[in-house]
C-alpha cells in the first residue's frame, strides 16, 4: 500500500468509525430526555467528529504528500513486542517480561553486541525490580515461580 | 499570595523538599538532553515515583522535571546540533556554530544564564497572574465554565501543527474518549460494549503516555533516518563574563516579555515563543548579520524565552484548569492523580499548597544554574548513547509508569492500543495534543453545558441571556477560532500580487 493510500484509508476509517459510533446514540430508550439523556453530548461530539472527518477525507483527495515509507517489519515487530510485553507483565511478571522484550527489541532496533544486548536486558528490569519492588516498597508485578522478582 | 509564603517555606525547605528538587531538575536536565523523549514523556516517565509522595514534593518533582527538561533541550542543541525537546530547535541555530568553533563550553554558559533569568521571570508572573485569574474565576458557574472550556478548546486551532482540520479531528475523537464510560449525571455506562473496565472511562495517563512516548517509540522504530550523533569537543560550561551582556540586556527583557506573554495564551508553547523571540532579535540586534553563525543574541533569545513560557503555561492550567498544550495537559493529569483539582477553587481551597508549588518553581529555576553546571559535563556522554537502549528504556518506564497509577492490566492494554493509533495518526500527520486536550476538558465541558441546559430548561437561547462573562468568553472562542480563518483568506488575497 502506497503512502499516499495508507493515509487516504486512514481517514476513511476514522469516518467509518465516527459514523458508527454515532449510529450507537440513536434509538436508545432515553434519547428524547434532551440534556438529561447519556447520550446528549456524545452525539453533538460524534456529530462533528464525523463532519470533521468528511473535511479530512475531501483535504487527503486534494492533497499530494510526499512522506517515506515505513520500515514497516522492523515497526511490526516492536509494536507486537511491545503488546506482548504490557500484557504479560501482569500475568508472569515484570522482569520475565521485559527481558525477552528489551532483547527482541534491541535486535530489530540493530544492536548487535550480544555482551550490551544482553547487559541491558537483564540489567535495565532488573534494576527496576529491585528499586520499586525493594527499596522503595512500591511492588512491580511478580512472576509465579518467585517472590524478588 | 505573597502573605502564604513563610507558611509554603516550611512545605519547600525540607531534606525532602530541597531533594526532590535538586533530583528532580537533575533529572530533567538529563532526560530533556536525551533526543527524542521531550518534555512530555520526561514528566511522564518519572510520575510514578512521585505516587508514594506527599502532594508538594510530588509535584515541585515534576516541575522540577518539567522546568530541567526544557534547559536540557539546549544541552543537545548545542553539543549535537540535535534539539532535546522542540523549544530548543531555535537555539541549534547558534549554539552549533558557536560548538563547532570550539566555544561550546561558552554557547551553553550564555544558554544557561538565559534559561535561569526566563524561568525566573515566569516564575514571577505565575506567582502574581495566577491568583488573580483563579480570584476572578470564582465568580463562574455553570455556563461560564461551559464558555471557559469552549475557550481552552480553541487553543486546538494552534497545537495543531500543520493541519487544522487533522487537530479539529484529533480533538473530536479526544472529546469521545472523554465520554467513555459512566454518564457523569445519570451514571449509566456509555460506549462500554460489555466490558466492565470500562466503566470508569480510559484512564488519562495510559492514553497520553500511549499516543505520545509509545507512538514516538514506534515511529523512530519506523523511521530510516539514522542518528548520527557527533559530539563536539566539551569540557564544561564557561559562564560569560559580565562585561560580555553589555548591548544585550534589552534584547534579553524582549525575549523574556515574549516568551511570558505567549506561555500565558493558551496552546502557543515554548517552541513558538523560542523562534518570535528569535525572529525579534533577528530583526533588532545590532549583531544580526551574524546570527546563524554562532551568535550570542540569537542563543539568548531563543533560550530565555523558551524558559519563560514555562511559568506562563501554568497560569491557565493551574487556574482555570485549561491545560495549554500537551505538557500542561499531561500536568494537569498528575495533578489530578495527586488529588490536586486545577481550576477554579484550586486557590481557595489550598492556599498554601499552591504558594508552596509557586514558590518552589521560583527555587527549580533559580536552582537551573548550579545543576546546569554541574550535571551539563556529565550528562554529555549520554549523548552518544544509541537510540535502541534508549526506545527500549523508554517503553519500560511508560509501563511502570502505567501500571503504578491504578495496578490495572486493562490500562497497560489501552497504553499499548493508544501507543498504535497515535503512530498511525501521527504518521497522517495529525497533532496528538488536541486529542489530549479533548480528553481533559470534555467532561467539564459536557458536565457545565448539561447543567447549563437544565437550569435554562433546554433553551439555547436563554442560555447566554444574564451571563456577560460567559459572551465575552464564548466571543473570545469564536474570535480565536476565526484567527487561522482570515490569515488563510488575506494569505490567499495577497498572492496575486
Not at chain 2, 538565559?114 to 491568583?131: E, F, H
Not at chain 2, 514555562?310 to 482555570?320: H, K, N, R, S, Y
Request: aromatic fraction near 8%.
Amino acid at each position: 500500500m502506497s503512502v499516499l493510500t495508507e493515509r487516504r484509508v486512514t481517514s476513511l476509517v476514522l469516518l467509518l468509525v465516527g459514523a458508527a459510533l454515532l449510529s450507537q446514540t440513536f434509538g436508545q430508550a432515553h434519547s428524547g430526555l434532551g440534556a438529561f439523556s447519556p447520550m446528549f453530548f456524545p452525539r453533538i461530539v460524534l456529530g462533528f467528529w464525523v463532519a470533521v472527518a468528511v473535511l479530512d477525507i475531501f483535504a487527503e483527495l486534494r492533497d499530494h504528500h510526499v512522506v517515506t515509507r515505513p520500515r514497516l517489519l522492523r515497526v511490526t515487530v516492536i509494536a507486537v513486542a511491545s503488546l506482548a510485553f504490557l500484557v504479560s507483565m501482569t500475568r508472569i511478571g515484570f522482569f520475565l517480561a521485559a527481558a525477552p522484550f528489551a532483547v527482541v527489541a534491541l535486535v530489530t532496533l540493530g544492536l548487535r553486541n550480544p555482551l550490551s544486548i544482553a547487559g541491558v536486558a537483564v540489567g535495565v528490569p532488573a534494576a527496576l525490580v529491585a528499586l520499586f519492588n525493594h527499596v522503595l516498597t512500591l511492588p512491580l508485578p511478580t512472576s509465579p515461580f518467585a517472590w524478588w522478582f | 499570595m505573597i502573605e502564604l509564603l513563610p507558611q509554603a517555606a516550611s512545605l519547600i525547605f525540607t531534606i525532602e523538599g530541597i531533594g526532590v528538587l535538586v533530583l528532580g531538575t537533575m533529572l530533567g536536565i538529563i532526560l530533556g538532553a536525551l533526543p527524542g523523549i521531550g518534555s512530555t514523556v520526561a514528566v511522564a516517565m518519572i510520575l510514578p515515583f512521585t505516587l508514594t509522595m506527599s502532594q508538594a514534593p510530588a509535584i515541585l518533582l515534576l516541575l522540577a522535571v518539567y522546568a530541567g527538561s526544557v534547559y536540557g533541550g539546549s544541552l543537545s542543541a548545542i553539543l549535537i546540533n540535535t534539539p532535546g525537546t522542540p523549544q530548543s530547535a531555535a537555539t541549534c541555530l547558534d549554539g552549533y556554530p558557536m560548538a563547532q568553533r570550539g566555544e561550546a563550553g561558552l554557547a551553553l554558559g550564555w544558554s544557561t544564564v538565559a534559561s535561569m533569568i526566563g524561568g525566573l521571570t515566569s516564575a514571577v508572573v505565575l506567582l502574581l497572574a495566577a491568583p488573580q485569574l483563579a480570584a476572578l474565576a470564582l465568580n463562574f458557574g455553570p455556563i461560564e465554565t461551559f464558555a471557559l472550556i469552549l475557550l481552552g478548546l480553541t487553543c486546538i486551532v494552534s497545537v495543531s501543527e500543520g493541519s487544522l482540520v487533522k487537530g479539529l479531528l484529533a480533538g473530536g475523537i479526544g472529546l469521545f474518549l472523554g465520554c467513555v464510560g459512566g454518564d457523569p449525571i445519570t451514571g449509566e455506562a456509555r460506549f462500554t460494549f460489555g466490558q466492565f473496565q470500562l466503566i470508569s472511562g480510559f484512564n488519562l495517563l495510559a492514553v497520553v503516555i500511549g499516543v505520545f512516548a509509545l507512538s514516538e517509540v514506534l515511529l523512530r522504530a519506523a523511521s530510516r533516518d539514522e542518528a548520527d550523533h557527533g559530539l563536539v569537543s566539551f569540557s564544561g560550561i564557561v559562564l560569560p563574563p559580565l562585561a560580555a551582556w553589555r548591548g544585550r540586556i534589552k534584547g534579553l527583557i524582549k525575549s523574556v516579555a515574549i516568551g511570558n506573554g505567549i506561555g500565558i495564551l493558551p496552546g502557543t508553547g515554548a517552541a513558538t515563543a523560542a523562534f518570535i523571540s528569535y525572529a525579534e532579535a533577528q530583526r533588532s540586534s545590532p549583531n544580526r548579520k551574524n546570527f546563524g553563525k554562532g551568535e550570542p543574541d540569537g542563543l539568548i533569545a531563543s533560550e530565555s524565552a523558551n524558559n519563560a513560557v514555562t511559568g506562563g503555561a501554568l497560569v491557565p492550567t493551574m487556574a482555570l484548569g485549561i491545560p495549554g498544550d500537551a505538557i500542561t495537559a499531561v500536568m494537569l493529569a498528575t495533578l489530578t492523580l495527586h488529588g490536586v483539582t486545577p481550576g477554579i477553587r484550586l486557590m481557595a481551597d489550598n492556599p498554601v499548597l499552591i504558594a508552596a508549588i509557586f514558590s518552589g518553581f521560583f527555587v527549580i529555576n533559580l536552582m537551573l544554574l548550579p545543576m546546569g553546571m554541574l550535571v551539563a559535563k556529565g550528562a554529555a556522554p549520554l549523548l552518544r548513547l544509541r537510540e535502541g537502549y534508549m526506545l527500549v528504556l523508554i517503553v519500560l518506564l511508560c509501563a511502570v509508569g502505567v501500571y503504578f497509577v491504578r495496578g490495572n492490566p486493562f490500562d497497560l492494554l489501552v497504553m499499548g492500543v493508544a501507543g498504535i493509533i497515535g503512530f498511525v495518526l501521527r504518521r497522517q500527520g495529525m497533532p496528538m495534543a488536541p486529542l489530549v486536550i479533548g480528553m481533559v476538558l470534555g467532561p467539564t465541558l459536557e458536565i457545565s453545558l448539561r447543567q447549563g441546559l437544565i437550569i435554562t430548561d433546554g433553551s439555547f437561547g436563554e442560555f447566554f441571556r444574564g451571563h456577560p462573562i460567559a459572551v465575552v468568553l464564548v466571543a473570545l472562542a469564536i474570535g480565536m477560532l476565526s484567527l487561522p480563518l482570515i490569515g488563510a483568506w488575506r494569505k490567499k488575497h495577497a498572492a496575486p500580487e
